[in-house]
């Protein structure tokens, strides 16, 4: 089972404690194609992949943590409107803590579980670890919620010529390695 959680959620559970709906991994016995390195950002969000899409994605989200989620607009572009409200949500509880979010976010092992004209299932390693948080300016304990995270997003689009959208984000359980996941 997939634990569902929002990215920042991840680095501020104890914060907020929201985790999401489980759903199930369709796709773990497949071979997919591995990539481990990132593609460079393409201009038009339409001609973007799955893997640039969730990327751009991950980097919006981080900025705003960055800032003390004062501006949770990048939603609305990477996000189905269901999914982008209760972002905003979420984003605007973060807010109200104080804490801010920094550090670099590592991603690796881009495969592809599954991909269609239209919908699209990505799964990758998340390093957290040397993301740190602040609050009023001290440091913020979020240590149990830093670490090594196999992540699972679902995304869809209308047609070939609209981009990709993030329909549902999660984790596998805590515990489970990428080493594990993507070569196990």
Known sequence: MIRQRTLAAIATATLLALPLAACTNSGAEEDPTTTTQAAPPTADPADATPQERVE???????????????DSSYTEEYLIP????????????????GAV??????????????EADTSATVEFCEDGSSMEATKDGEPYDISNQLGEYVGQYKLV????SEPWM???????EEGTTCDEHFTG
Do not use: F, H
């Not at 751009?56 to 004062?70: F, P, Q, R, V």
């Not at 590592?106 to 579980?113: H, I, K, P």
């Not at 993030?166 to 596998?172: A, F, L, N, T, V």
């Open 157 to 160: 689009r209308e047609s070939e």
């Open 166 to 172: 993030i329909e549902q984000k999660g984790y596998y």
């Open 101 to 114: 979010i920094t550090g670099e976010r590592q991603l690796s092992d881009w495969t592809v579980v599954d």
């Open 82 to 97: 269901e999914l982008a409200e209760k972002q905003r949500a979420d984003d605007e509880e973060r807010a109200a803590t």
């Open 56 to 70: 751009a994605y991950l980097d919006a989200s981080d900025a705003a943590a960055a800032e003390g989620w004062k």
